[in-house]
Structure formats: C-alpha cells, structure tokens
C-alpha cells in the first residue's frame, strides 16, 4: 500500500478514485465489493463490481464518539443472500472501507474499520448499519458484584474443560420444528435439565456453524426434547449433527454439585441482600444480612 502515491495522486486535481468494501464474516468467509464498473483487487481481496452494494458519506468525529454510517445492496446469491442474512452470518461482521485509485488499486487508504450492526432487508435489497471501533467503548467493563456467577462456562475465568466426556454430547437430530425445537433418539443417559442454559451447534447442513441457547432439556419417552430460546434461522434436516453442551446456572450449588469447579467460582453468594442494605437498626430484630422472611425474622 502506497498512501503518499493516493494523496499525490488526489492533489493533481484529476482523480480516478472509487470505493471498496470489505466483509470479513465471523465464520471466516471474506467478500469484497466496490462501486466502481470493474472488479478490483484491494488489499489481497477481489472487489466486486456486479453486487450493486454502495455506501453513504462517512461520518467521522473527533474523540470517543461512535463512527457510523450505512452500507446499501441488492441480495443475490452470488453476493450477499437473503438466507445468511436471516441465519445471522453476517452480524457483527468486520468492515473496512477502501478508498482506492481504481487505475492502480495498490494504492488506498482505509477510511473506516469496524463492524456491522443493525440489518433490515426491504424486498430485494438490505440495508446495514456500519458502527466504528469506539462502539466497542460502548460495552459495560469490569465486574460487576452478584450474587450468582459472572463468568461463561468453558472460558478463562470460569477455567472448566467442557471438552470432557458427561458435558457435552453429538448427536444426529430426528425431527427440528422450526429450527427451535428439536428432538432427538439415544439421549437418555443425561439427567432432564442437563444441558439446560447450554450451547447447541449445528455441525453441518445449511446450518453448520450457527449456535443456539437452550431453554428446556426434557426426556419424553423414547425422545430427548431440546428447545432453544431463539430459533436457529437457517434450514435443519432430520440427520444433521448438532453438539450440545452442558449449561450452568449461576449459582454455587451447580458450580460445586454439577461441575466441581467451586475454587473458580466468580460470584459474591455472601452479599447482604437487599433487605438488609434497605434497613435500619431495631431493637430485638436481627440484622445479620441475611433476607427477612415474614414478619422479621431471619
């Protein structure tokens, strides 16, 4: 990349510039598009010129406010399909924004990075949000001081294999209603409410790579009933594998009875609860921290 050939090139007066886009998605798939009448090879990725996708202005400001703007194009299967779209591959995608000289695309300079948000679909075209780098400021950081766990099963802080064999299971799925409930045979060596609060993934089909959260973990007869919280938005066939893995609750009981993991616990059990933050000093009523129940006592 040459950015001081770009800016030579514009100060001249008479320019050959255009705009690219790049989408890399979180399942690794990488598009590239621009807005000029051929396709382009822009920082290692092929732009294309049929897709029909084109940009507002930027808006940039100074400081931590967020960059926004919007991205506009026609579905196609060949670009962007409706059917991603909907199944979620493209949320939270990464984008960068190219301006290129298209007589000698070597030379760009990026204009934005960030990520998608928000996308609406009118008819044969969407619409996408593009939200810059300080949006991620816009996240709550810290810990935050509860009673129940804070961490994620399975991650650095929680410290748990999930890998080991009780806690997660693969299995061909028999019946899928809706992409939200699903019901599967040769599952009944788990207790019910096992994997409730657990990841579903779906390992192959058209749905390969999507992930759900699970609701309800029930054995009904012959069958294993597990239902999501929100459906998977893409087709799932009778026979395709999904891996479901065990799901926690939060609290101390599942983290020392289910799991073992007590010493990397990440919740406070012992804070006063609200009762007792919201009350004052009466003689001959306890006042230990713990909640009242009744007519005062402990």
Request: with cysteine; hydrophobic share 40%.
């Given at each position: 990349?040459?950015?001081?050939?770009?800016?030579?090139?514009?100060?001249?007066?008479?320019?050959?510039?255009?705009?690219?886009?790049?989408?890399?998605?979180?399942?690794?798939?990488?598009?590239?598009?621009?807005?000029?009448?051929?396709?382009?090879?822009?920082?290692?990725?092929?732009?294309?010129?049929?897709?029909?996708?084109?940009?507002?202005?930027?808006?940039?400001?100074?400081?931590?406010?967020?960059?926004?703007?919007?991205?506009?194009?026609?579905?196609?299967?060949?670009?962007?399909?409706?059917?991603?779209?909907?199944?979620?591959?493209?949320?939270?995608?990464?984008?960068?924004?190219?301006?290129?000289?298209?007589?000698?695309?070597?030379?760009?300079?990026?204009?934005?990075?960030?990520?998608?948000?928000?996308?609406?679909?009118?008819?044969?075209?969407?619409?996408?949000?593009?939200?810059?780098?300080?949006?991620?400021?816009?996240?709550?950081?810290?810990?935050?001081?509860?009673?129940?766990?804070?961490?994620?099963?399975?991650?650095?802080?929680?410290?748990?294999?999930?890998?080991?064999?009780?806690?997660?299971v693969e299995v061909a799925v028999d019946s899928a209603e809706e992409g939200r409930v699903f019901r599967i045979r040769?599952?009944?060596?788990?207790?019910?409410?096992?994997?409730?609060?657990?990841?579903?993934?779906?390992?192959?089909?058209?749905?390969?790579?999507?992930?759900?959260?699970?609701?309800?973990?029930?054995?009904?007869?012959?069958?294993?009933?597990?239902?999501?919280?929100?459906?998977?938005?893409?087709?799932?066939?009778?026979?395709?594998?999904?891996?479901?893995?065990?799901?926690?609750?939060?609290?101390?009981?599942?983290?020392?009875?289910?799991?073992?993991?007590?010493?990397?616990?990440?919740?406070?059990?012992?804070?006063?609860?609200?009762?007792?933050?919201?009350?004052?000093?009466?003689?001959?009523?306890?006042?230990?921290?713990?909640?009242?129940?009744?007519?005062?006592?402990?």
């Amino acid at each position: 990349m040459t950015r001081e050939a770009l800016f030579s090139h514009l100060e001249t007066g008479s320019t050959s510039v255009c705009r690219s886009w790049v989408i890399r998605r979180r399942d690794g798939v990488v598009l590239g598009f621009t807005d000029h009448d051929r396709d382009l090879v822009v920082d290692g990725v092929t732009c294309r010129a049929d897709t029909g996708m084109t940009a507002r202005a930027l808006q940039q400001t100074t400081g931590l406010s967020v960059d926004n703007t919007e991205a506009f194009g026609a579905l196609s299967a060949s670009a962007i399909a409706e059917d991603d779209l909907v199944a979620g591959r493209f949320d939270r995608a990464e984008v960068v924004a190219y301006l290129v000289n298209w007589a000698n695309p070597q030379d760009f300079l990026i204009q934005f990075r960030g990520n998608l948000g928000e996308i609406s679909r009118v008819g044969g075209s969407f619409k996408a949000e593009l939200r810059g780098l300080t949006d991620l400021l816009n996240r709550p950081h810290g810990m935050a001081y509860t009673p129940g766990c804070s961490a994620v099963l399975g991650d650095s802080r929680c410290r748990f294999d999930l890998g080991q064999p009780g806690y997660f299971v693969e299995v061909a799925v028999d019946s899928a209603e809706e992409g939200r409930v699903f019901r599967i045979r040769n599952f009944a060596t788990f207790d019910d409410r096992w994997f409730e609060g657990g990841r579903l993934e779906v390992i192959n089909g058209a749905a390969a790579g999507l992930i759900g959260v699970v609701k309800i973990d029930r054995q009904e007869g012959e069958l294993r009933r597990v239902e999501l919280w929100q459906s998977i938005r893409a087709d799932i066939q009778p026979g395709n594998t999904v891996r479901i893995q065990a799901g926690c609750d939060k609290t101390t009981v599942t983290c020392r009875a289910k799991f073992a993991n007590f010493l990397n616990f990440r919740g406070f059990p012992h804070i006063p609860g609200e009762d007792w933050l919201a009350s004052y000093p009466v003689p001959g009523r306890p006042n230990g921290g713990a909640r009242r129940v009744g007519g005062g006592g402990v």
